[in-house]
């Protein structure tokens, strides 16, 4: 697939989108751009590292990312149950900058005849504006949807259970990532962007 073309946005706003794509996998992609940094003040490997941390925190413990020589996993509370788990990060560099990519490869939360397929990506990247910092999931097949065909009842219960604290967690972590690096909060909120076709989650 060619890469994703993202928008322009202001960089005091919080770009988001949240589909399933016309084979029912999700896509889902925020980002934002923090103005006036160098180049290399935040890396595509460390903001995986922030991203771990926050989880923890954020949940209460309640998600404990676990790092193995496996790969990294969401633990549940301190169980060895894992909700999603993932193979080890690939770090990529790219034209404009890198990426880390965490490869889904199972858990509790996927679907179990699609756990070859999916991944997370944190993304860096230099642009006119800034740095603009991206985190990327797609291709997953969460379990609670059922199959590549699923009922109305599931993608409703998808949209308002999984799929609501992904978008909340996530762009909550990119507002603190922007107010750790530029001192400020994100003031102008959250904007609703098109990437890819598919259906609103």
Known sequence: MSPDRLPEIDADKIACQQILEEDHSVFSIQWVVIPGVSPGTISSASLLDRYLRYIQHCTAGIIRPVQTTAGVEFRLLTSSWALIQFLPPRHTPDAAGERT?????????????????????????????????????????????????????????????????????????????????????????????????????
Request: hydrophobic share 45%.
């Open 101 to 201: 990519i965490l490869n889904i490869s199972g858990g509790l939360l996927v679907d179990k005849q699609e756990c070859d397929r999916g991944q997370l990506e944190f993304i860096v990247e230099e642009i006119a504006a800034g740095s603009r910092l991206t985190l990327k999931l797609a291709d997953y097949c969460p379990l609670l949807l059922g199959s590549r065909k699923p009922s109305l009842w599931r993608k409703w219960l998808y949209r308002f259970t999984q799929a609501s604290i992904h978008k909340v967690v996530t762009v909550n972590f990119l507002a603190m990532v922007y107010r750790s690096i530029t001192g400020k909060p994100v003031r102008r909120g959250v904007v609703t962007i098109v990437v890819r076709k598919g259906i609103t989650t």
